[in-house]
Every structure is written in structure tokens, then in C-alpha cells.
């Protein structure tokens, strides 16, 4: 409700000077508009009439002006006003010299148009720059007197310049008329009022919104004015008639503004800030009335000086009975804690805050945080106290050292070492199994001291790594060696874990250390074992392969003594298998992997071996491999390639039996493994030979090879099928197997 009153008051201030009725508005309007034809109708029988009079009205005003300011200079807070009614009286003294040497009046013969022209220039300058500068200053320190000697040296020189030194640039040439610097200089004034109303726009916070637009309005007219002032040919041409009008309105708007306004509202015009100071003394009541705190102004002795609407609320007394009681009865002072905080602190002039309850009219009990802060006024001391309620922090806090304990319990029952950081990477916990293992105390660890026991050969290398992910915030995993209290490295996986608040503020990083020194070692024999064992199956591999190049040897030695040609033929079939077999061990000596191999390189090692055995050469045969990347185990390896070896020795020799394709063309054999789907493959082997005979089923015959071929696609749950058209293309699908 008080702040509804306070916002009701300051619009009516605010509107109280532009409260017209209807009829007083129109017939001010008519007024004015009366006047303009007045002055208008006198420039026609007599412009130096006119002149003289719409002169004579902005000297009024100005003088006016000042002495409203003057006379309340010591009450007037807004520096705006100061400066205006100091610069327009001077101003008035150059338009007084102005209008006494325009042309008809004979007081400087030869001399009146181009003197008149140049005072009405001077004049405008100190005008449009008082305008400027005077809202900048609006809220500095200024002295008046200082500022009334700058103003009147700026007017001595001013005439000194002209009538003196003669200095100051020709501003109308009889003949010629207006001269450039004249021109020019009406619309650097006009700028200069314009860039006024910019400034006026920014400190608009220190001006009654009406009187805010007077003053602009004004400003703006001033521009009209100056720009008519650059046209004509003649003082007594009609853009100097227009110029001089529109300077009536000009200072008549001036007038509106300060003096009118001013004189029916001066609170709101020139004591503003103060009432802005009154309305927000008024505010800071209402806040502090309806504050969570409670506020006492009390004096060092305990008595109640003031307090808010607070303490009546929450501790249930009325206002009467506070003003008769001291602070010491509603805290119940016993053990004079705060009676001889108030002395001593007042001996030091010094403020304090104690945690003491207050009871209620009731005899209720509050947990408090008083706050006593020691302040002067007027040559006597108060207290200025405020008192909050702190039941529930005090609950909270007790949750948390409860919660606190219960962590350290927790810690320090755990079987492993705990540790944790503050956001800067200094330790600031460990827990007790992290002093048992260490044998220090928790302040030897405290900060960086626990890298003390890090092993030099793993320190430098820890702290990098550490630093590098807290720098990051995330998890990481360490192992180093950590000196244990018997003087021993043992081996230590430390994990660090960032922690963060509600709203993701980092903490620091939480972590524990377990001693892994014996699952090292096991781990260390482990790996040895399996090297001993990698080596050992190399080996194996490498005697296999031997053996089966042994064997391949006794057929090459067997085949010289063989005079039967299928006989030979059959040794040479046996002698490619083993060959094929042989092929896939020494793979897996020079592998490092000894489950798997590459059956891509393999299958190239592969057909190289048959066309080496069946004495092709590359320009008799039309060879083509397109073969993926597969790497599968060592039995379905040995599967296929004992299937592949029995396909290609087929069209090796069957296909070609007079060296060319079945069409008479260059002999051709295609040979791919195609990736098929996500673990499907085929391979395909085609060539363009005499075909397979129509009368011979491959699934069901005497041949020993495709007999093989069968049972070993059987075994690998394969699909083979064969396509005669143009020669012969056997495909086989397989799966692999997880």
C-alpha cells in the first residue's frame, strides 16, 4: 500500500504544472497565436519595431531566468539550472548590444548591419554551447562564482573582438549580403543545439518529464531559427522576419519551462532531486518495514531507539511496549555477553555480530544472527541492529556435520585410501587407512606434501598427468609407486573422480588409492608365461610347416621315379594341398597374431603357388583377383584354402585343354572374395573355359577333389553352387562364426 502512495504522489508532482483545462489550453493557443500576428502585423509598418520588441522579450526572459535561478541558488541541487540562468543573462547583455546597433538605429553609423550580424552570431554561439554543455555538468561539483567569471571573460572578449580588435570574422557586407562564415556559422549552432538534445536525452533522469519536453521543444525551434537565418539577403527580408518570430517562441517555450513552471511546481523543477531523495527515504522505510530481518536502532546503553514492522510480527509486542523496554529484556541477557559487547565496542567505535536467541511475548524461544553495526548521528551513538532468524541454517548445519561424520566414519572404515582436493589441486583430506599406509599425520599430507612419497622415477611423469585431467575435470586412472611407512615403493592405482555443486560449480576431485603391487606381479608373470607361450606356438608352427615342406619334398623326389601320367598327376594334387596347408602355418610363425591371419594375402600366396605348380605363364593366362580385406581363424583358413586350391587346380586342368576360352579367346580365370553383408562372404571362381560337362553332377562323383570340396563345405556350413553358362563359375557363400 505505501508503495502504491508513493508512485501516486510522483505522478501527480510530475503532472501538476501540465494539468490545463480545456479552455485555458485553446485559449493560451489563441494567445499565442494572436502574438505572432501582432508581431508580424508591427514588421510590416515598422520592422525595427518589431525588432526591438521581440528582443526586448528574450532580454526579459533571460533576465528573468537568471534571477529565479540566483535567488534560489543555495536550494538548487541540479547544476542545469545554474548554468542556464547564468548563461542566458549574458546572453541578454550581447542581444541588448545586438539590438541597439541594428540597422535603422544610427548609434554606429556605417557599421550596423555587418556589427548587429556579428553580436547576433556571438550571442547564438555562447547560446547553443551553454545548451551543450550544461546537462554534462548536470550532476559535478561546481562553484557558481567560478562559473560566472568564465562567462564574463568569454563576454569581454567577445566585445573586444569586435568593437575593439575587430577581429572577429564580417558577417553581412552591404551589396553582397550574408558572408560564408556567417552561413556556416548558423549551422554549426544549429548542431550544436541539435547535439544538446542528444545530451538532454541521456541525463533525461534528472528533469520532470514536462519540463524535459519544453526544454527540447525549445532546442528545436532554435534549429528553425538558425536555419532561417541563413537565407535572407537583407535584415529586413522575410527569413529574418521568420527567424526572429520563431526566437520568440523559442524563448517563450524557455519561459513555459523554468519560470512558469518553476514558480508553480518548484519542488518538482528545481528541488527534483530532493524530492527524488524524500520519495526514496520514503521506500527504504517501506523495505525496511517489510524486511525478513529485524531491525533495532538502539542506543550502547540496551534502549530501544526505532525498530521496523518486523519485530512486532515475529516477536509479537506492541509498539508501545518496545519503546518502554531495553534490547537486554528481549534477549534476556544473563550472562551479559551482549551488555559488555555493546560497551567495549562502543569504546572502539566498531561493529560486531554474535549468534544469541530473542524471546517472544509469548516466552518463545528464536535462534538469532544479531548483527550490531556501531553508526554516529548528530553527535550520538546508536547501534543499528539487525537480527535474523537462524533456526534453520542452525538445523542445516547440523545436518551437515552430521552427514560430515557420517562420511568420515564411512572413510575412514573403508579399505581403501581416500583422498580429496579443493579447486585449486591442494589436498585437503585424507583418510585414516591413508595415514596407516604413509605412517604421517594428515598435516604432512596437507596441500602437496603427499607427493613427497611418490617414487622420483614417477613424479614428474604423475603431476603432469594429474594436472593435465583436473584441468579438464574428468576421471581419470593412475598407477605410480608410493613410498609405505616401512620405507617400501609399492605400486598404486589411484583414482580421481571430479566433483561439482547443484549448479555445477567444480569442488575439486575426490579419489581412492588401492596398493596393486601383487596384482602387478601376477599380471608381469601372466604376461611373461604368455610370451613363453607365443614363442612356443611359433615354434610349433614353424616345425609344422617344415614337416609339411618335408613331406612336399618326398613327393617332388617321388614324382621324378613316376612314369604313369595320372599317377604323377594325383602326386602333384596331394603335393598342392599340403602346400596349401604349409602356406597357412608359415602365415601364423610370421603373424603376431596367432588365432587369426589374413586370408586375403593368403589366398594371393595361394594362387601363385598353383600357377607356379601348373607352369602358367601370366601372358597364356588372363588373370583377375578381386579379393576384400577378411582376417578369419586358423581351421576355416585351412578349409578354404584346401577349397580353393581344388577349384582353381580344376580350371587349371580342365578348363583349357587347347590353351584357349571356350569362344577361342585369350584364356581367363576370375577369382574374387566379396564382403556380401555385415559378416557374409563369397567366393567365386570363374573361368571362361570348355565348361563343366552337363552329364556330371559336382555333388555326386568319383573325383576325389570335388568329393573334398563337398565335405569341406559341409564342415564350414557353406553354400556352393555351380553355373556352366560360358565356361565354369563355382560360388561359394560362407558365414563367419562369432
Not at 553495526?373 to 532468524?389: K, M, Q, W
Not at 607361450?533 to 621324378?560: D, M
Request: charged letters at 25%.
Amino acid at each position: 500500500m505505501r508503495q502504491k502512495e508513493i508512485t501516486h504522489k510522483n505522478n501527480q508532482g510530475d503532472n501538476y504544472s501540465n494539468e490545463l483545462t480545456p479552455v485555458s489550453y485553446y485559449f493560451s493557443i489563441l494567445i499565442a497565436l494572436g502574438t505572432i500576428a501582432a508581431l508580424f502585423l508591427i514588421s510590416i509598418f515598422n520592422y525595427l519595431l518589431f525588432h526591438s520588441i521581440v528582443e526586448g522579450f528574450s532580454i526579459v526572459i533571460a533576465c528573468g531566468i537568471f534571477m529565479v535561478v540566483w535567488n534560489s541558488r543555495r536550494f538548487i541541487e541540479n547544476n542545469f539550472f545554474i548554468i542556464i540562468g547564468i548563461a542566458y543573462v549574458f546572453v541578454s547583455a550581447i542581444d541588448f548590444i545586438h539590438a541597439v546597433t541594428y540597422n535603422g538605429i544610427d548609434i554606429f553609423s556605417g557599421k550596423s548591419a555587418n556589427l548587429s550580424t556579428q553580436l547576433w552570431i556571438a550571442a547564438r554561439y555562447l547560446q547553443a554551447i551553454s545548451l551543450l554543455i550544461a546537462p554534462l555538468l548536470i550532476d559535478k561539483k561546481i562553484k557558481i562564482y567560478h562559473i560566472i567569471s568564465i562567462y564574463f571573460i568569454a563576454l569581454i572578449f567577445i566585445f573586444l573582438s569586435i568593437f575593439y580588435l575587430q577581429i572577429f570574422p564580417d558577417c553581412f557586407i552591404e551589396g553582397r549580403g550574408l558572408t560564408p562564415f556567417k552561413k556556416t556559422s548558423e549551422f554549426v549552432i544549429a548542431s550544436l543545439f541539435f547535439l544538446s538534445i542528444i545530451v538532454l536525452h541521456k541525463k533525461k533522469e534528472y528533469f520532470n518529464s514536462h519540463l524535459f519536453d519544453l526544454v527540447v521543444a525549445s532546442n528545436i525551434v532554435n534549429i528553425a531559427s538558425e536555419l532561417n537565418f541563413t537565407f535572407y539577403e537583407t535584415p529586413y527580408s522575410l527569413p529574418n522576419l521568420t527567424g526572429h518570430i520563431l526566437k520568440v517562441i523559442s524563448f517563450y517555450l524557455i519561459y513555459k519551462a523554468i519560470i512558469v513552471t518553476g514558480l508553480k511546481d518548484p519542488f518538482n523543477v528545481l528541488f527534483r532531486k530532493l524530492k527524488q531523495k524524500e520519495e526514496t527515504l520514503q521506500l527504504t522505510r517501506f523495505s525496511v518495514d517489510h524486511a525478513q530481518g529485524l531491525f533495532f536502532w538502539i542506543k550502547p546503553d540496551g534502549k530501544i531507539y526505532n525498530f521496523n514492522n518486523t519485530v512486532i510480527q515475529k516477536l509479537g509486542y506492541t509498539s508501545e511496549k518496545l519503546y518502554q523496554m531495553s534490547f537486554f529484556e528481549i534477549c534476556r541477557d544473563s550472562d551479559l555477553e551482549i551488555y559488555m559487547n555493546l560497551r567495549d565496542k562502543t569504546k572502539q567505535r566498531k561493529s560486531f555480530t554474535i549468534e544469541h536467541p530473542l524471546i517472544t511475548q509469548e516466552n518463545k524461544t528464536l535462534e538469532m544472527e544479531i548483527e550490531f553495526n556501531y553508526l554516529e548521528f548528530e553527535s550520538e551513538e546508536y547501534y543499528c541492529t539487525i537480527a535474523r532468524d537462524i533456526t534453520e541454517r542452525k538445523r542445516t548445519k547440523e545436518k551437515l556435520l552430521e552427514s560430515e561424520a557420517r562420511f568420515r566414519n564411512l572413510a575412514d572404515t573403508a579399505p581403501v585410501m581416500i583422498w580429496m582436493t579443493d579447486s585449486s589441486k591442494m589436498c585437503n583430506y585424507c583418510n585414516k587407512p591413508w595415514l596407516e599406509f604413509t605412517g604421517r599425520t594428515i598435516e604432512n599430507e596437507l596441500g602437496f606434501g603427499w607427493t613427497e612419497l611418490i617414487h622420483p622415477d614417477d613424479k614428474t611423469i604423475y603431476i603432469e598427468k594429474f594436472s593435465a585431467m583436473f584441468d579438464v575435470k574428468k576421471e581419470f586412472n593412475i598407477e605410480y609407486r608410493f613410498k609405505r611407512q616401512d620405507g617400501q615403493y609399492r605400486w598404486i592405482l589411484n583414482t580421481g573422480i571430479p566433483r561439482f555443486t547443484t549448479n555445477c560449480s567444480f569442488l575439486g576431485y575426490i579419489g581412492s588409492c588401492i596398493d596393486i603391487t601383487e596384482l602387478k606381479r601376477s599380471r608381469e608373470q601372466s604376461e611373461n608365461s604368455l610370451k613363453e607361450k607365443v614363442v612356443l606356438l611359433k615354434e610349433i608352427h614353424h616345425r609344422v610347416k617344415n614337416n609339411l615342406q618335408l613331406i612336399t619334398s618326398l613327393f617332388n623326389l617321388q614324382y621324378a621315379y613316376i612314369q604313369d601320367d595320372e599317377a604323377k598327376e594325383m602326386f602333384m594334387e596331394s603335393q598342392n594341398r599340403v602346400k596349401s596347408m604349409a602356406l597357412i602355418h608359415e602365415k601364423l610363425y610370421l603373424s603376431n597374431n596367432l588365432s587369426y591371419i589374413n586370408f586375403s594375402e593368403y589366398m594371393r600366396g595361394l594362387i601363385t603357388n598353383l600357377l607356379s605348380s601348373y607352369r602358367f605363364k601370366l601372358n597364356t593366362l588372363d588373370l583377375e583377383l578381386k579379393i576384400d580385406d577378411l582376417e578369419i581363424n586358423v581351421d576355416l583358413a585351412v578349409y578354404l584354402g584346401l577349397i580353393i586350391n581344388e577349384l582353381v587346380s580344376n580350371s587349371f586342368k580342365h578348363a583349357f585343354p587347347e590353351g584357349k576360352g571356350f569362344d577361342g579367346s585369350k584364356s581367363k580365370l576370375v577369382i574374387y572374395l566379396n564382403n556380401l553383408e555385415s559378416r557374409k562372404y563369397a567366393i567365386i571362381v570363374k573361368d571362361n573355359g570348355c565348361g563343366f560337362p552337363d552329364t556330371l553332377d559336382f555333388r555326386n562323383t568319383n573325383s576325389l577333389g570335388m568329393q573334398l570340396v563337398n565335405s569341406l563345405v559341409d564342415q564350414i556350413r557353406g553354400y556352393i553352387e555351380l553355373k556352366r553358362k560360358g565356361g565354369t563359375e563355382f560360388i561359394l557363400t560362407f558365414e563367419l562364426k562369432n
